[in-house]
Structures are given as C-alpha cells and as structure tokens.
C-alpha cells in the first residue's frame, strides 16, 4: 500500500509539473456573496479564470482524474487571515468554499482581501473582494397592518390583522409569531410558518375577544420575529374595552308592508357605522342613521305582513337584545253596495273589506291624487264603511287609504250613470 501511494504522489507530481509549463495564471474576480456577517458559517463561490486542478493518472484505468485539494484559499487584511475550508473545484472558472463562523469572528469588520493558490502555487488576490459586517445586533424590521389603531373593541368581537416582517441581508428571518393578552393576561398566541431563508414574510391573525370585558379594560395585541442570529423585535398595540351596545325597543313599532314607515331605535353603543336590519333587509337609508350613541331613526323597508325581527350591527359587534317590528297588511276593498249610481252623487254605499279601521279613508278616482272623498263615511267595524258617494262620471277605481299601512284599489269598482 505504501509503494501505491508513493505511485500516486509521483505521477501527481508529474503531471503537475508538465501542466506547468504552460504556466497557466489563476485570475480571482470575485466572490459570492460578497459579504456576509459574522454568526454563521457561510458558503462562498470564488469566481475566476484558469483555475486549473492537478491531475492524477489512475494506473488501473489510464485516465486522469481532476485532483482540488491542491487549492488553497484565504481571507484577510494586512497580517490578519483567515483559511477558507472545504474547498471544491468546480470548473476551471469557479471553486467553492466555506468561511467559518469561528474565523469571520477573528477577522476585523470592513473590505477584505481574498487570495486564490493553485496547485502549482500560483495566487491571485482580489483587493476588497469581501466584506466582513461583523456580528448581526438588529433584530427583525416590524409592521403591523392591522387592525387599525383607532378600532373600537367590546366583548365578543372578532378582530382580525396581519403584520409584515423583514430582516437586511444577508440575515434572514427565522420565527414570527403573535399573542393577545387582555388586562396583562395573555388569552391566545400562535406562531406563523417561516420560508426557509425568507427575508420578507407576512402573517395573519384572527382573534375572538374574551366575553367578560367591560368598559376600561385594555386589549394588548404583541407581534413579534427573530432573525437567524437570534436578534428579536416586538412591536404592540392596545386598546381600551368598552361596553357592548344594547337594543331596547323601536317605536312605532308597526307599519304597512309597502315600507317607509319612519321608526326610531332606543339603546346603547349606537357608534358611527352602526346599521339596523329587519330580517336581514338593511333599513334606508344604507341601514339608518346613527343620531347619537342612544338613537338611531331610518324608514323601514318593504315586507310581507307579519313580525320581522330587528337587529342592530355595530362595529362593536351585534347589540344584545332584540325587538320586533309588525308589518300590517293596508286596507282592501272587496265590494261596494251598490257599485252605481248617478253622476251627481250623493248614492248611499255600503264597502266591505278587511283591515278597515278609523283611519282608513275611501277615495273615488282615476289616481289616488287629485281623488274625491266618500261624503259622511262612518267605520262600522274593520270589515264595513258606509257613506255616500261623490259626483262623478262613467267607471272609476275606489281607493282604501291609511296614511300609515299603505292603500289598495278596487278597479272599476264603481259606475257614475248619465243623467
């Protein structure tokens, strides 16, 4: 085995020497990356020309075999360096090599020289090639993107927000996460997935406030991130609880199922944005308008006869409590008794209908506008009015009219007769 390796060294040594004679001149014209900071180890690619490996002659196969560890490579100023390690040939333009992170520490900070030996003990160096930033202080760069900082929180609520984070190169970051902590105590937290070597990353968060928060309680919400050199940054918002709002009662608290009857709601925590809905139809205008924290007023929207549950939405969260709003159907005429009579009027009628009451009023007319009243109209019961009628000529529609329920029409209901 010794006689094999002497083989070996001579026939390297051959070679060598013959390669030689070209005197080929290795040429360093950069590296990278080119800088880096002191807190780990680094890998670096060392970038030329004619970096040209000794060769061995394999005698059992007769073909050369490229041979690096002839190289040697090196890291430094003036009379401080440093050996770059693990060094591999690449190609004849590019080596790579690794720079401990126990060696970027005894290295001064600034521009560095990196020198390039090859096997033949040719070197080049490259002046300034390399800059040595030192230990990594600062920690990770911090922004929160929500929620905003003027929000309104109360029990219950649901928040949700993000925030960015971002290390300078060549740190990269290595952990981000959030917490939320309500009166000093931290309620949740969670940490967010980091790309491997991400130098930018995003995270998003939704939480649900505790339900026992009162007015004056303080909501914290911390972010915060790490870089690879363990360096962490936080940042933090907080705001003051206040109470939930609360329903208590609307008023009218009925109105005709065409819509528009104009209501006003009673309660606490009306804060701007807040909107009221009746069966999940919006109030209008855009779901009401908030007087004060005490008041809201819209104009109820169109329904079906029957109750519609009213509820209000703020930025706060639902109000607690609910009301209900009963739409009434308006008046309906099914027959006039007699359904003609003379021209001049004055022809005793009996109406019948339904949901007739004392303010229901009967109208003769082509249009509601501009119709003529029933003379010495007298409600009977909610199904019958009687009176007379006014004068008029040929068909006509008959209109019952509540100036809160709505109206409805019966077409032709009545003949005016030629004198």
Not at 27 to 47: F, H, N, Y
Request: aromatic share 6%; proline share 8%.
């Amino acid at each position: 085995m010794g006689a094999m390796r002497l083989l070996r060294a001579l026939l390297l040594l051959t070679v060598g020497l013959a390669l030689g004679c070209g005197n080929p001149q290795p040429r360093l014209i950069a590296v990278e990356p080119a800088w880096a900071g002191s807190d780990s180890d680094v890998r670096l690619t060392l970038l030329g020309h004619d970096f040209i490996p000794a060769t061995l002659l394999d005698p059992l196969s007769g073909r050369r075999v490229a041979q690096s560890d002839g190289f040697e490579a090196r890291i430094g100023k003036a009379g401080q360096w440093e050996s770059l390690i693990r060094l591999d040939w690449l190609s004849p333009v590019a080596l790579a090599a690794s720079l401990p992170s126990a060696s970027s520490q005894r290295l001064p900070a600034g521009p560095l020289d990196v020198e390039v030996t090859d096997p033949r003990g040719r070197t080049s160096r490259l002046a300034d090639g390399f800059q040595e930033l030192g230990p990594d202080r600062a920690g990770p760069r911090l922004a929160l993107t929500g929620p905003p900082p003027d929000t309104l929180v109360a029990a219950g609520m649901i928040l949700r927000g993000g925030f960015q984070a971002s290390d300078s190169p060549p740190g990269t970051l290595a952990d981000l996460g959030w917490s939320h902590a309500e009166n000093g105590r931290t309620v949740d937290s969670a940490r967010c997935p980091v790309p491997a070597g991400a130098e930018h990353a995003r995270c998003t968060f939704q939480l649900t406030l505790g339900k026992t928060l009162v007015a004056g309680d303080v909501v914290r919400i911390v972010v915060d991130a790490a870089d690879s050199s363990a360096n962490r940054s936080e940042t933090s918002l907080s705001f003051v609880a206040r109470d939930r709002p609360i329903l208590f009662a609307v008023s009218p608290s009925s109105g005709g199922t065409a819509g528009g009857t104009d209501i006003v709601i009673s309660g606490a925590g009306f804060v701007a944005g807040s909107q009221a809905m009746l069966d999940d139809e919006p109030l209008f205008p855009n779901g009401g308008i908030v007087v004060n924290e005490h008041a809201m007023s819209g104009h109820a929207p169109a329904h079906a006869a029957g109750q519609a549950l009213l509820v209000v939405h703020t930025p706060l969260g639902q109000a607690i409590g609910t009301a209900t709003f009963t739409y009434l159907s308006p008046p309906t005429i099914s027959t006039i008794t007699p359904n003609r009579g003379p021209a001049a009027g004055g022809t005793a009628v009996a109406i019948t209908g339904t949901d007739f009451n004392a303010g229901t009023r009967i109208y003769f007319g082509a249009s509601l506008d501009g119709a003529a009243p029933l003379v010495d109209a007298f409600l009977q019961s909610d199904t019958a009015i009687v009176g007379r009628t006014p004068a008029g000529s040929g068909r006509t529609t008959v209109w019952a009219f509540d100036g809160t329920l709505g109206f409805s029409k019966l077409q032709d209901g009545f003949f005016w007769s030629a004198p």
